[in-house]
Each structure stands twice: as structure tokens, then as C-alpha cells.
């Protein structure tokens, strides 16, 4: 059974930073792509990042493209959101997903392509 867990999330201030974990269990992790997807209160759950399995690649929204970095550790089932520059429009509920095999271009930042899907931590971005 596919698992994944987020963690990290929180209140910072404008211009500050947070690093978020995708904890995975169940399947083997560099064999899946791993997007990072956001959802604001009123708003639809939107695409922010995603690392491909190992044969693909990496994307991200052009809203955090030059400030979020996605990494990936398969020795330890964790994918990492390391975001920078936060502002307060950064504001949601963050999801880690999991999708089989490679994520190109058209379906890497699109949720409805993802399996699995973790619990969600929430980031508030205020002074």
C-alpha cells in the first residue's frame, strides 16, 4: 500500500523559508515521479513541483519557479520541498502524490494524474 506523509509545514514570516518531507512506504520510491501540489481555502489544488522517477526530470509552477527546490533521497523514501523567498500568496495546504514512472511536461503539475496522495501539511506565509 502506497504511503506517503508530509511534514515541515508552518507559520513563517514574508520572505523566509520552510523545508517540507514527503515520507514514503510501500513501493520503491525511484520507480514513481513525486509532485508537490497546494490548495488555498476557495481555491483549486494546484501544481508546484514535481521530480521524476529516475529516468525523467524535474518542474515547477512558474509562481515558485527560482525560490522552491525539489530534491529526492531514495535511500531514504523521502522527497523534499525546500522553499525559499516564501510569500504570503504561498499560503495552503501542501500535498506530496505519487505517480508510476515518468512525469513529462503535460501531466507532471496536473493532480488528477497522481495515485496516491498524502494527509497534507499546512504553511501560512503572515507577519
Known amino acids: 500500500q502506497l504511503q506517503l506523509v508530509e511534514s515541515g509545514g508552518g507559520l513563517v514570516q514574508p520572505g523566509g523559508s520552510l523545508r517540507l518531507s514527503c515520507a514514503t512506504s510501500g513501493f520503491t520510491l525511484d520507480h514513481y515521479a513525486i509532485g508537490w501540489f497546494r490548495q488555498a481555502p476557495g481555491k483549486e489544488r494546484e501544481g508546484v513541483s514535481c521530480i521524476s522517477n529516475s529516468d525523467g526530470g524535474i518542474y515547477y509552477s512558474d509562481s515558485v519557479k527560482g525560490r522552491f527546490t525539489i530534491s529526492r533521497d531514495n535511500a531514504k523514501n523521502t522527497v523534499y520541498l525546500q522553499m525559499n523567498s516564501l510569500k504570503p500568496e504561498d499560503t495552503g495546504v501542501y500535498y506530496c502524490?505519487?505517480?508510476?514512472?515518468?512525469?513529462?511536461?503535460?501531466?507532471?503539475?496536473?493532480?488528477?494524474?497522481?495515485?496516491?496522495w498524502g494527509q497534507g501539511t499546512q504553511v501560512t506565509v503572515s507577519s
Open positions: 502524490a505519487a505517480r508510476l514512472g515518468i512525469a513529462t511536461m503535460d501531466v507532471a503539475l496536473t493532480p488528477n494524474k497522481y495515485r496516491a
